[in-house]
């Protein structure tokens, strides 16, 4: 697959227009008599606003970030890891159905890195090869699209549309951008990480491995990043 | 109160910059083999995506329109109102909160109209004035605001931030614009719904009461808009 | 796989004590002075009890049914399946780890049956068993489960103790009953229905295809069950 | 109000009948090729259940105890202590409704300590009284009970049937029973604890203000049970 190297392929398509904004109007509301409208129209000072947000968040209260969504496009990631992604119900999801989609030839698949090099690579995708003959035949008997699926394996690609308000987000880097989640899942959130980070780099504080929030690692085998609680 | 007549005060001060076309990439992933940014991408025949989205409603596939959030500063509402509204949970809400936000003087409230029709305006009004009185007087006396505000009455208002998806807004919509819905709550519904048509028209034909939806009224007691089924 | 034909096996290990006093107590509550454990210990007159609770599902106010959750364990269903059952985001799921759980020798799967019918029987069998020993090879050689599972097709099934309570079951049903639904999320939702029926037996009328609770079919292409909506 | 002194009445009228054995019984389902179904018939040992689950929740995996729900009847709290209640969206609640259930003579409230202490009670009591004596007054002229009730203040009981699973029910703990919580949902927490631990004594570690969890305490004002953070 010439692509993979760029995979998974992930575009944020949609977001607030100003988060920061968004979040200190909303967390202004809960300690002020002011009208919210007036705390939005008059909130310009960015510093001030950061603070503030940033005092919030570490307290706790966490539900004045749920106001901002993003949106995100992905393709280039298997169903292994989609089935994990889907997992997050706080998320709202609008995937690539296979049973609606018929797979035309060989169907995009993804060859994980301890695969290739113990020298599986060339079996691999014959392997593939062999699994798209068969998934074609039987379409082409008539056998509905979404019983010959049946073969394809977890390494063939999906694609979907994701969205996920801050709060989300947040927990999602926490859980997923740690060292023990799946490769794929981890370098699909990395990628949604950095592009909200582009828009506001103040999240990078924030999306972040859970590690990184906790100051200590709470799995049962850590990578050494943080000292394991004991 | 002076400013009633415009109460509840509503603002739409966030929400996607193109819904449709969020909507029609969201749909058209669950079908294609194409990868959702290049759907995004190509997505400008609006007519089209309209007619796509419609359809997909139509059929009650609703997660595909979760992806847009709409987030609106409300003020001007009582507590008794808001109680209300908190129970949408799949809503988000920043909420001014009474137990560190002190009433100077007197709080604003809401006066519903049929107290006023009956004559109690008055009486109400100093009812409202000796409650206000008696709150201060505690507070005066070092009695916690969180404490004092047990003498506040559900007249008394509120403030919020508060954000719903699409599909969330719908059904928001389909409660609560019903006639048996509390006064306040209906005409806020309203407001929002008409600042969220203002910016998309096609949205009137969804965010509508029940009745509108499910072609007969299934409240106990019906408004004759819609025949009651039996 | 000679179990096959009593898959999926799905089994109800826990559920409310009393599901309709429970109901009953939740809906009372709502228009009672009484308070609820009053409302509860007094609570004896079944038929009483059940007429209340249809009158309130009749109205829409399905609310009051979150109170009982219903616990099942589920083996014997494909991957293909639980993709699309985990979709439900109100059920909690705990489900066996591919990433955990090595397959040894030949793994579990499903054979739709419009497979066997077209005669792939023997082809699909052989091509698991050429699958489980690529699988088992790559294992030998030190790939990690979580990626030597790439070749593991949809047909291999997994297991899950899963949980909802009766307003998304209600749900599950209308969604997943539908003829249009996945041939095996039909089944083992039918079977979760009736283990569920045979212990209460008014459910019935609430756990059927959503044609039954709408009057008519919303689906694009419809069974002929309900005439469709036009 | 002479019962007030055991307010909030809280009773625990349903639950699963082993939490703990479908706890592990969800864990092991994650990690094991054994049928959930016979994880669950051979789940004997006590002792060994609760190692595991123990281990599990220690790792952070806490979906697995989503399966277990808790039903609480709640009376005697203040309409203020339920706005806060119903913010958790996780739970479901079927509160009594002063739209629909109209206050006969003086209705039932609460009275903070602090203003018991600053010997404002007699003064507060009459402040109920004619509260009531005007809400009557204004039923009598044929105001509907959703619009007399806008005089009715936040101290006014309610009475509720709610319901939680147990991640919830720890986040609730973790939450509502630090001591900057509001006093009555610090009290009614703390019942509902306590039926739970009076149950499943191994809930005890668990069922803990948010600063037992985390190890330090994250409010900006802390009561020195634990460090605050710095």
Redesign the interface.
């Given at each position: 697959m010439t692509q993979e190297k760029e995979f998974p392929?992930v575009?944020l398509?949609?977001m607030?227009?100003?988060p920061l904004k968004?979040i200190y109007?909303?967390?202004r509301?809960?300690?002020?008599?002011d009208?919210?409208?007036n705390?939005?129209e008059n909130a310009t000072d960015n510093e001030k606003m950061l603070k503030l947000v940033k005092?919030v968040l570490?307290?706790?209260h966490h539900?004045?970030i749920?106001?901002c969504?993003y949106?995100f496009?992905?393709?280039g990631v298997?169903?292994?890891c989609?089935?994990q992604l889907?997992?997050h119900?706080?998320m709202?999801?609008?995937?690539?159905?296979?049973?609606?989609?018929t797979?035309?030839g060989l169907f995009e698949?993804?060859?994980?890195n301890?695969?290739k090099k113990?020298g599986?690579e060339a079996?691999?995708d014959e392997?593939m090869n062999k699994?798209a003959e068969?998934y074609e035949k039987?379409i082409n008997?008539?056998?509905?699209a979404?019983?010959?699926?049946?073969?394809?394996?977890?390494?063939a690609t999906s694609?979907?549309?994701a969205?996920l308000?801050l709060r989300e987000f947040i927990h999602l880097a926490n859980i997923r951008l740690c060292t023990n989640a799946?490769h794929e899942i981890r370098i699909m959130v990395k990628k949604m990480c950095d592009l909200a980070i582009e828009k506001d780099s103040w999240l990078a504080e924030y999306l972040v491995p859970?590690c990184e929030a906790l100051g200590h690692c709470?799995?049962?085998r850590g990578c050494g990043r943080k000292p394991q609680k004991i």
């Open positions: 392929i575009n398509i949609s607030p227009e100003n968004t109007a909303a967390c509301t809960c300690y002020s008599a009208y919210p409208i705390i939005w005092r570490a307290s706790g539900s004045t749920e106001h969504q949106v496009t992905i393709s298997s169903r292994a989609t089935h889907v997992r119900r706080h709202s999801f609008s995937q690539k159905s296979q049973r609606y989609v797979e035309k698949y993804i060859t994980p301890t695969i113990a599986f079996e691999y392997f699994t068969f039987m008997q008539g056998i509905p979404e019983d010959a699926r049946f073969v394809l394996p977890n390494a694609s979907l549309v969205s308000n799946q859970k709470d799995e049962i």
